[in-house]
T-cell receptor
């Protein structure tokens, strides 16, 4: 059973470009979460999605950031007009419906570098 | 402010020693998780504790959830170099669905 798959593993973008981060959850997991990890900080919650629904986006910046989890295909975290401060590791996690608020399994992350 | 405070932030010990990492909060959590993260990788779930006072053992690792469900500890017996890594505690609160709150982590280095 494959784990949570994220791609790309590393992404370099120039200031002002767009970054698209993809996450395929574990098989049978319909709940997806995105977290950001900055140097010297812990992981911070960004957004919680179910298929075609955003459940909680309170941790996501209001501007330039958006997330989706379509009926078919991976979840996408999109950052428009990236700035240096967006450089971080972005992690996706997933859980089955029965394990929401009990366990989440993380992918290997996408390291975004803005130059 | 961090909802979960981990201590110590760094721990450097010799192989064979015992150690304890603490995770404290003034808030109640419905469950707590411990993860281990290697450089360049994602967090890997080690254990979930749900019941206040619960103790779980995973080989040389012992995890405890406080009676009031506000704190947790991770104890490693006879540490080995392979235990080196970043240990993260994280928890769910009953008031928010799906959102994990993380501590900043304890960086453990075990020297041969």
């Amino acid at each position: 059973n494959a784990g949570v798959m994220q791609n790309p593993r590393h992404l370099v973008r120039r200031r002002g470009q767009e970054a698209r981060l993809r996450c395929s959850p574990m098989k049978g997991h319909s709940h997806v979460y995105w977290y950001r990890q900055l140097p010297e900080e812990g992981l911070k919650f960004m957004v919680y999605l179910q298929k075609e629904n955003i459940i909680d986006e309170s941790g996501m910046p209001k501007e330039r950031f958006s997330a989706e989890f379509p009926k078919e295909g991976p979840s996408i975290l999109r950052i428009q007009q990236v700035v240096r401060g967006d450089s971080a590791a972005y992690f996706c996690a997933s859980s089955p419906p029965s394990m929401v608020n009990t366990e989440a399994f993380f992918g290997q992350g996408t390291r975004l570098t803005v130059v | 402010t961090q909802l979960l405070e981990q201590s110590p932030q760094f721990l450097s010990i010799q192989e064979g020693e015992n150690l304890t990492v603490y995770c404290n909060s003034s808030s109640v959590f419905s469950s707590l998780q411990w993860y281990r993260q290697e450089p360049g990788e994602g967090p890997v779930l080690l254990v979930t504790v749900v019941t206040g006072g619960e103790v779980k053992k995973l080989k040389r690792l012992t995890f405890q959830f406080g009676d009031a469900r506000k704190d947790s500890s991770l104890h490693i017996t006879a540490a080995q170099p392979g235990d080196t890594g970043l240990y993260l505690c994280a928890g769910y609160r009953g008031s928010t669905l799906g959102r994990l709150y993380f501590g900043r982590g304890t960086q453990l280095t075990v020297w041969p």
